[in-house]
Nanobody, 122 residues
């Protein structure tokens, strides 16, 4: 499965962006899908995760601001990001796991997109 992320860009603090991640394989609908991010000089960190049925979870730092969703018919997962802050600046990766169990560790995921850069200016 190949994952293609898009939607990153430069936005002012308080603004919004929507990231998309398109999967190349229809088996995508069976996978747990997630978003991670990595800021310069920092470890890759969990952002959000969603099950095939739409159940989701978030890191505390983005709860109430970010929303993960998926359209299984389009093999696409989204990350709506509102009230963006400079500390949200990072390379955002979409990822997929051949499981129906959530994981918050990047090492547990099987597929990764190429990353899309989000830059939030103050």
């Amino acid at each position: 499965v190949q994952l293609q992320a898009s939607g990153g860009g430069l936005v002012q603090a308080g603004g919004s962006l929507r990231l998309s991640c398109a999967a190349s394989d229809c088996t995508f609908s069976r996978y747990v899908m997630g978003w991670f991010r990595q800021a310069p000089g920092k470890e890759r960190e969990f952002v959000a995760v969603i099950s095939w049925s739409g159940y989701s979870d978030y890191d505390d730092s983005v709860k109430g601001r970010f929303t993960i969703s998926r359209d299984n018919a389009k093999n696409t997962v989204y990350l709506q990001m509102n009230s963006l802050q400079p500390e949200d600046t990072a390379l955002y990766y979409c990822t997929g796991r051949r499981s129906n169990r959530f994981s918050y560790s990047p090492g547990d995921y099987d597929y990764w997109g190429q990353g899309t850069l989000v830059t939030v200016s103050s």
